[in-house]
């Protein structure tokens, strides 16, 4: 039974720069590994992706502030975070998927098929 498991969330100030990690119980290198975020009352969305071969992207809304990276060695997704802003509040949830185009995780959360249980941050 595979597990992501997020952590590293909290209440941040304006302008803060936090970095989230997600520990998955088996090797992530084989998989597309994302990060997508939920607001109060709004739908999910993806935030950036890391596909196989090392390509990043990420939403318009976070590039250039938000940084996606993965250490194989310890199975471990992490997303630095920059300069953040209060409409950066949301439950952030670290995703996976075996589906080619990587990209898609951006577009649509529901590309990703395994998700962990979130961690929350706060922008104030």
């Known amino acids: 039974h595979v597990q992501l498991v997020e952590s590293g969330g909290g209440s941040v100030q304006a302008g803060g720069s936090p970095t989230l990690s997600c520990v998955a119980s088996e090797y992530t290198r084989d998989y597309c590994m994302g990060w997508s975020r939920q607001a109060p009352g709004k739908e999910r969305e993806g935030v950036a992706a890391l596909d196989r071969d090392g390509t990043t992207s990420y939403a318009d809304s976070v590039k250039g502030r938000f940084t996606i990276a993965q250490d194989n060695g310890k199975n471990t997704l992490y997303l630095q975070m920059n300069s953040l802003k209060p409409e950066d509040t949301a439950m952030y949830y670290c995703?996976?998927?075996?589906?080619?185009?990587?990209?898609?995780?951006?577009?649509?959360?529901?590309?990703?098929?395994?998700w962990g249980q979130g961690t929350q941050v706060t922008v104030s």
């Open positions: 995703a996976r998927s075996e589906n080619p185009g990587c990209l898609l995780g951006i577009i649509r959360a529901s590309y990703f098929e395994l």
